[in-house]
């Protein structure tokens, strides 16, 4: 079994920066990609950030410039620094992992329970 957890949401007043986490765990040969998606409510869920196991960084419209996406491979753990946050960035923010269990198992999805992140004053 794998899971991801999230950590590091919360409540932020507009203009302010918050930084999550999320640590991948368990039964893993390797890790391919990892993203953060976000799901506010009455809205479909979307995609925040994405990464690879080699580097290639890919960004949602409505964030582009102000999130930035890292990891650590050796760790298995990916990063989203969220800065000049907006009342719209307030969802249920997703940890996503690409995971191989053991060498020639195929490659599953795994999801984070989610972490809430608020943007109010």
């Keep these: 079994q794998v899971q991801l957890v999230e950590s590091g949401g ?8 918050l930084g999550l986490s999320c640590v991948a765990s368990g039964s893993i040969f390797s890790v391919n990609a990892m ?21 290639a960084i890919n960004y949602g419209d409505s964030v582009q410039g102000r999130f930035t996406i890292s990891r650590d491979t050796a760790k298995n753990t990916v990063y989203l620094q969220m ?31 989610g972490t ?5 004053s």
């Design 83 to 113: 800065n000049s946050l907006k009342p719209g960035d307030t969802a249920v923010y997703y940890c996503y992992a690409a995971v191989k269990p053991s060498r020639f198992a195929p490659w599953y999805d795994y999801w984070g329970q």
């Design 35 to 55: 993203a953060w998606h976000r799901q506010a409510p009455g809205k479909q869920r979307e995609l925040v950030a994405s990464i690879t196991n080699g580097g």
């Design 116 to 120: 809430q992140v608020t943007v109010s």
């Design 10 to 17: 919360g409540l932020v007043q507009p203009g302010g920066s």
